[in-house]
């Protein structure tokens, strides 16, 4: 692979695990600042709200994903991509600097519903762009390889919010994290938009972005374009409906729900959500190269399988776990079967759309998936837990699995069919 091929892989990479930072870094210390923004009631029903906000920013992400899909399908993915990461660094100081409840009144939580939504608004953009950039950018035989570096930094991502509370808990004291301590990743994380947004100026642009630009179609990016390919759009809500909850689960949500249903402490539901999010994280590329040998199909296939069959007892036997370890095993098991979806979902949406309509193709449906499903993980769970009926919400992930993989099992192999392969570049 060319110096310039991994320097835009590299470049492309790093501004989206900035950008999932700064996104993840809301739902690791909401467990800290949901009583700054909503004072009263139970910490179920604090983190219920501050659920409820993170739920909102996903409804942007639809928008995100239209609005700078048709930027990067009609002006250039570098472009849209430099700007996505400018508008969450903007979302990220927001939070740092608003003040409390109890300080400005309803205004701090109207403002920190503000700064989620353009941080939806972002990452909602984020997702189908550097999808499309990496995916075009790989070579070949590699582009399952390649492409699921997009999970290894989103999980990355997350890992580095996990890694800056884990840091923050060992130096501040809870009274200190619940004051003033939690608006720390905030500020690190507006800086860190400002190293991304550089490396992202200085990216090139793909071949098959310039090939069909030089073609000057107006139909480009639009959703015109984009309605011409409804069994690829359909196809894409399906893979993305049981993958994205089983993510949510095992990821955003799952923190709370060592301490809120498991009975962990704050620290040790950090540290071990954090252990368990590395390995998933190293797994990504094995899954993917592996998809390059043997096709995206039957990863797919296992993870629908596999989710249906052990969901329910996984989570029903990690809600009565008393063990640490025991809950580590159980939730790195779920991982390693929702990498069978994380590893290459990207490679395979960007595999169903040509060059002048991948973007948005890749990033508007996702986007609407995403944020009816995915966004409203953690408030149904918290919902479910309230009303205490809990493991309803295990049976939902379920059946939304199955459903996937029902798409999963007549869909074609997107490795054998894709339409990167059309590209100059290809």
């Known amino acids: 692979m060319s110096k310039q091929r991994l320097k835009a892989i590299f470049g492309g990479s790093v ?36 659920a409820g906000i993170f739920a909102l920013g996903f409804l942007m992400r639809p928008i995100g994903g239209w609005m700078f899909g048709r930027i990067a399908d009609k002006i250039g993915r570098k472009q849209s991509m430099t700007l996505s990461v400018l508008l969450m660094s903007l979302g990220s100081l927001l939070i740092a600097l608003t003040p409390t409840f109890k300080t400005i009144g309803l205004v701090a939580p109207v403002l920190l519903l503000v700064a989620r939504l353009l941080q939806g608004l972002s990452v909602g953009g984020e997702y189908g762009v550097s999808a499309t950039y990496l995916s075009e950018m790989a070579t070949k035989n590699r582009r399952g390889f390649y492409s699921s570096f997009q999970y290894v930094t989103l999980i990355g991502g997350q ?121 998933f994280a190293v797994l990504q590329p094995l899954f993917g190269s592996l998809s390059d040998r043997i096709g995206r199909k039957p990863l797919l296939i296992g993870f629908g399988v596999l989710g249906t069959i052990f969901t329910v007892p996984l989570l029903t036997t990690l809600s009565n776990t008393t063990s640490q370890w025991g809950a580590f095993f159980l939730l790195l098991a779920a991982l390693i079967i929702v990498s069978g979806y994380t590893s290459i979902n990207a490679i395979v949406k960007a595999e169903l759309f040509p060059a002048q309509i991948r973007a948005l193709g890749v990033g508007l449906p996702y986007g609407i998936t995403v944020a009816i499903f995915g966004g409203t993980v953690e408030y149904l769970a918290l919902w479910f837990k309230k009303i205490g009926h809990e493991p309803y919400f295990y049976w939902y992930i379920t059946g939304c699995i199955f459903m996937s993989l029902l798409v999963y099992v007549f869909m074609k192999d997107s490795k054998e069919t894709s339409k990167l392969n059309e590209d100059q570049d290809g």
Request: proline share 2%.
């Open 15 to 50: 501004g989206n695990l900035v950008e999932w930072y700064d996104w993840y870094a809301y739902s690791a210390f909401a467990i800290y600042f949901s009583s700054s923004f909503f004072p009263s009631g139970s910490s179920t029903a604090q983190l219920l709200n501050t």
């Open 159 to 279: 890992l580095i919010a996990l890694g800056i509370q884990i840091i923050l808990q060992r130096i501040l004291t809870e009274e200190q994290l619940i004051s003033w301590g939690w608006r720390i990743p905030f500020v690190i994380g507006a800086i860190l938009s400002v190293v991304a947004l550089y490396l992202r100026k200085s990216l090139h642009e793909t071949k098959a972005f310039e090939a069909q630009k030089s073609k000057k179609d107006d139909n480009n990016g639009t959703i015109r374009e984009l309605l011409k390919h409804p069994k690829a759009i359909f196809t894409v809500i399906g893979l993305t409906l049981g993958g994205t909850l089983a993510f949510y689960t095992y990821t955003t949500y799952m923190q709370k729900f060592l301490v809120n249903t498991v009975h962990l402490t704050k620290g040790e539901a950090t540290l071990l959500s954090f252990s368990s999010l590395f390995i």
